[in-house]
């Protein structure tokens, strides 16, 4: 035992826990990891209510772990980690409450078994949970679609589920293919637009039956439809 | 006098050293609650495979639990000592603290091993994506803190207690109760949030 560690006790600050201190908090946290434990597992409390109360008991949890085990806010003078602490959680709560209203409302407006399918369909799964999603699998017969000096030929496209319809643009300027009628849209197979720079084409797969039409977002009189027989 | 200034100038270091720490810590928390935030808003995407519902066994995780909250108990009786100068002490409730760290990290694993065995990896979608990358992190970090606990115990056997050594162990004790508080939020939204 070195020498200069016997002074050590007699800090004059107060930052540093007891014996007394470290039992009341162990067992503290002991009791708050049953409580939330037994009311998951016994279902007493179900839904909204258990999962407000377990997450208010980890808080609790979190500031007896604080209090008692890391000894925040008994330090000396000014207590900047005490300033720094608090300023941490509110960014945290910005983060994380903020992501979770966002992807919320993104939800809202596309449901999880939406966004199977649109993932199935772009990655060409054709089973998901023993269903069929409809994806498509290999190709099939491709169909052009030519816009040209503002024209669109053929008006008229027929073609099969799974074929594949390309939109070629030899215009000097970019056209946005859009589905639907102008200007509120409708999605077709998860593409809400196609950009289609001049020179170029785009393809997508024909993986929803019914006419659809389409036409320029930038230049609405350039339209034109296809049907899918199933 | 001249013993006294040296006396406040190695204090007001020590307070540096703990406030650099101190923030250390919170950037490394918020870390956490961003790859919380990522779990929160992916869990549900599963692509129509199992939920951690099916998967997560709660016995184990509350017996992670325990471990882990007993070891930061434990880590706290060593601090303890470790002011008082006992050197046997320290080495004694460390000790115990350093098993306890291992014991929980070897049941992570065992964990982690039979979702990878029946098929279940950081790849298969985005839940487990999220699940692997948050609990993982905070697998990574007991690594790092049984690792330098480690380090640190070897220091203490061979040159015994000093004022250096203290400070040293009170770093490495915030750093561990850190991890247990990063814990009972995994324990709670993660594996208690499954079954609610």
Sequence with gaps: MSKTSHHLPDHPKGDHGTMHSYIIGFLLSLLFTAIPYYLVVSKSVTGTALLATILGIAVLQMAIQIFFFLHLGRGPKPLYNVVFFVSTVGIILVVVLGSIFIMDNLQYNMTGAEVNKYLAQKEGISQLGGEKTGACQGTNANHKVTLKSGKVSPLHTEARLCDTITFINEDDMVREITFGQHPKHDAYSGNNDLLVRKGRGKTITLNQPGTYKFHDHLNPDIAGDFTVIP | ?196
């Design chain 2, 1 to 196: 006098m001249a013993h006294a200034l040296a006396e406040s100038h190695e204090e007001a270091a020590n307070d540096r050293v703990m406030f650099g720490f101190w923030v250390y810590l919170m950037t490394d928390l918020l870390m956490f609650a961003v790859l919380f935030a990522v779990y929160a808003v992916l869990q549900g995407n599963t692509l129509g495979g199992p939920t951690g519902r099916d998967l997560f066994s709660l016995p184990l995780v509350l017996a992670e639990t325990l471990i882990l909250l007993t070891s930061s108990f434990t880590c706290g009786i060593g601090m303890i000592a470790a002011r008082a100068g006992n050197k046997n002490q320290v080495l004694t409730w460390f000790g115990i603290t350093f098993t306890l760290g291992l014991m929980f990290l070897g049941l992570e694993l065992y964990e982690f091993a039979e979702l990878i065995h029946e098929g279940h990896t950081i790849t298969t979608n985005a839940f487990f994506s999220s699940f692997f990358t948050l609990v993982g992190t905070h697998g990574l970090h007991i690594i790092s803190g049984l690792l330098w606990m480690a380090i640190t115990l070897i220091y203490v056997l061979k040159r015994g207690l000093n004022k250096h050594m203290v400070r040293k162990l009170t770093l490495l004790s915030l750093f561990w109760h850190f991890l247990d508080i990063v814990w009972i939020f995994i324990f709670t939204i993660v594996y208690l949030r499954a079954f609610v």
